[in-house]
């Protein structure tokens, strides 16, 4: 039962445009919204979140949209550079409760 | 200084063994937990303890316990190791119930049942 799926494991950009990362849910109780990066042989650590009463929210070349009608968030990297290459997981928690779901991954490679 | 630690970072045993994992944390956060990374790469939450209490136990085989002697550590003990128990293991740790960014993870381990 995934809860949370990101039906992209791989996206390749060039550096400096755009890479658009996708994430779906399916749990209509989810109210709130990460995302995680993740380097080879690191865990994961925290990007960005977003509450449910939000549907952007921004950090420096980080944004991340939440669409709740169509249960989508995305993943926004402007510019994109080569140190962002990495694997970026979704996640989505019900305010409040620990039991946060994580989708599979999509791995971003940013090339020079 | 790593803020949540994990040993061993490899572990490689035989099936119908039984193994341990250590966790870690110097943050001072109160609640840890243990994740899953499958074959699917899918990170599934295992344990948590809060302020010594389990809080959530998702359906995994009693030959899995978590262990916490005190709230800056949460160690995972495996019984009667199988094959299908290879994955990666993480350690995370939280202040409070709430999600966010407080959830730390340890650099995980990877088991390997053989």
């Known amino acids: 039962d995934q809860q949370v799926k990101q039906n992209s494991p791989s996206l390749s950009v060039q550096e400096g445009r755009i890479s658009i990362l996708n994430c779906d849910y399916t749990n209509s109780m989810f109210d709130y919204f990460l995302w995680y990066k993740k380097y080879p042989a690191e865990g994961p650590t925290f990007l960005i979140s977003?509450?449910?009463?939000?549907d952007k929210n921004e950090d420096g070349r980080f944004t991340v949209f939440l669409n709740k009608s169509a249960k989508h968030l995305s993943l926004h990297i402007v510019p994109s550079q080569p140190g962002d290459s990495a694997v970026y997981f979704c996640a989505a928690n019900t305010y409040n409760n620990n039991d946060m779901r994580f989708g599979a991954g999509t791995r971003l490679t940013v090339k020079p | 200084d790593t803020a949540v630690s994990q040993t061993p970072k490899y572990l490689v045993t035989q099936m119908g063994n039984d193994k341990s994992i250590k966790c870690e944390q110097n943050?001072?956060?109160?609640?840890m937990y243990w994740y899953k990374q499958d074959s699917k790469k899918f990170l599934k939450i295992m344990f948590s303890?809060?302020?010594?209490?389990?809080?959530i136990n998702e359906t995994v085989p009693n030959r899995f316990s978590p262990k916490s002697p005190d709230k800056a550590h949460l160690n995972l003990h495996i019984n009667s190791l199988e094959l299908g128990d290879s994955a990666v293991y993480f350690c995370?740790?939280?202040?409070?119930?709430?999600?966010?960014?407080?959830?730390?993870f340890g650099s995980g381990t990877r088991l390997t049942v053989v």
């Open positions: 995370a740790s939280s202040q409070g119930r709430a999600p966010g960014p407080g959830y730390t």
């Open positions: 943050l001072g956060h109160d609640t």
């Open positions: 977003i509450s449910s009463i939000k």
């Open positions: 303890y809060n302020n010594k209490e389990l809080i």
